[in-house]
């Protein structure tokens, strides 16, 4: 692409104010004694979302929409002759208060609730582990990872120097922000950094007719809420296939690594998962008491085993070789892969979103160990656990079918693993050798397309 001297006089202006739809977190790339990754932080101590991280998912996204030419003329791009600086720009992510005020400049006030609790330096912990074929934990890959709860509040500015006051590429920059795939930070595949657009101001201002007003314009975040007309936020497009699948759990069943119980006054061993997030109300937000949580990743890592197996009955890959367990995976083109020794990280095709429960019945269960000799419990082997009983919940799958392609086998297999899971076979979560964890269909699976991309590849019922 060769450069060109283009008069843009137009300046676009919005301010996007995000609400995090789940936990998430950009990590800074330092440890600490007690944990695997540190949050990163603005220079008041509190989350923010960098503007490189933000310009880089648009760029990203809008590539993989709109085509990589169309791509450069917004962003710019390096090299050695005719290269073109960006014609968008974007400011940090900046985190509100309870009181939905985003802090700018140095923050003096951190008797807010919600501000006090982002200061800690691990507001989240969840433990990760990553299961071989056998079903046991790799080598090396147990781990933790730092959150930011869900609900957090975030706004940004962005701008960009157009030709024109109508511009379809400023229209497709601000539909992004509603893209399934928008996601920041990490761990985007397995449920973390799902945002939604809770409000969204924005102005043009021309430089050649007007320029006063472009002088003129605010500056902060909260003149820009005053001074700039609300426009309704984007909406969701259809680029991306949805499934809804719908469950009860059919007895109790949990995900471990818990640290709360509704009953304060229990002493159980054992806790399902649980975690707060920031509620939004008209006198603000606060942060909620705990919700029970079913986890994207423990969803995703049971749909990749079973989806495996179906794939390679389906294909015919047999067990019948020594390096089977070392053998590439079907499931890495569409659930992704990291990256590993001789191979590059791959983003999968699926987005899946963590599931937070308010409305739940719990109840205790005791275990005891037998010794086999004297007929008593064994020394430390009486625990109690902390369960959920006959759960409903709505499974939700984005499908980024573009990445996939038009593998017959690939279809079918997914098909019939989500089929598992409704019809009782895939449990979900731990102790599923206990009868734990089993979801049965609480309603039809529901394809946003009426399961056009599935094309002939249903199962039989037969």
Known sequence: MSHTTIDRPIFHQALVTLEAASSHGIHSGLVDNTHDVILLRDGNGLPALPATSIAGLLRHLYQEEHGEESTNQLFGFEAKKGGRSSCVSVDWGLIHNSQNQPIEGVCTDTSDPILQYLLQTHPIVRDRVKLDHCGGAEDG?????????AGTRYSFVLGYWSDT?????????????AHPAFRLGHSTRNGA??????????????????PADYRARPRSRQDMVAKLPAIKPPAATDRTLTVKIPLKAETGWRVGGGNWWPDADA?????????????????????????????ATAIKGALRHRFDYHYRRLTGQWATTADFANAKQPSDKLFGHAKDEGKDGVAGALLIDDIYIKNYQHYSQMHNKIDHF?????QGALFEEGLLWQTEIAIKIAIIHSKIGEDTNLKQALNLTLEDLQQGWLPLGSSSSRGHGAFVANGDITWSDNRAWLQNTESNPS
Not at 269 to 284: F, R, T, Y
């Open 141 to 149: 890959a147990k781990f933790d990872v730092s959150l930011i709860p």
């Open 165 to 177: 006051a109508d511009d379809s590429h400023w229209h497709n920059l601000l539909q992004l922000l």
């Open 193 to 210: 950094g799902a945002f939604t657009v809770q409000a969204l101001h924005s102005q043009s201002y021309d430089l050649k007719d007007k």
């Open 267 to 295: 002493s159980l061993d054992i806790l399902p998962q649980s975690e707060i997030k920031i509620d939004w109300g008209e006198d603000g937000g606060k942060l909620s008491e705990p919700y029970m949580l079913l986890p």
């Open 374 to 378: 004297s007929g008593g419990v064994l």
